[in-house]
Nanobody, 124 residues
Framework: QVQLVESGGGLVQAGGSLRLSCAAS????????MGWFRQAPGKEREFVAA????????YYADSVKGRFMISRDNAKNTQYLQMNSLKAEDTAVYYC?????????????????WGQGTQVTVSS
């Protein structure tokens, strides 16, 4: 049973920063990619960022490009999402996801494993 456990969410003022962590219960090198999604109330789950494990290539949604940075630590089987210059519209539940078999990254259906989610609230 693969588990992904997120941490690091919370309440922050607009312009502030947070770092989310996602720890995997297995070696992260087993995954093709890992990513972050978010879901605001009444909205669909949307892609935020992803990293391709074999190449280290990173991909971002336009809405977070230049403000968020995804990274990984293979030794700790953990990925991170550094979020800077946060805006009220970044408020959502953030989910960590892992893709074991598919090369795709942008759609939730392509991911095999999900964390429980962590709330990020940005006050304006």
């Amino acid at each position: 049973q693969v588990q992904l456990v997120e941490s690091g969410g919370g309440l922050v003022q607009a312009g502030g920063s947070l770092r989310l962590s996602c720890a995997a219960s297995i070696r992260t090198g087993s995954f093709s990619a890992m990513g972050w999604f978010r879901q605001a109330p009444g909205k669909e789950r949307e892609f935020v960022a992803a990293v391709i494990w074999s190449t280290g290539g990173t991909y971002y949604a336009d809405s977070v490009k230049g403000r968020f940075m995804i990274s990984r630590d293979n030794a700790k089987n953990t990925q991170y999402l550094q979020m800077n210059s946060l805006k009220a519209e970044d408020t959502a539940v953030y989910y960590c996801a892992a893709n074991r078999y598919s090369g795709g990254i942008y759609y939730p259906s392509l991911y095999d494993y999900w964390g429980q989610g962590t709330q990020v609230t940005v006050s304006s």
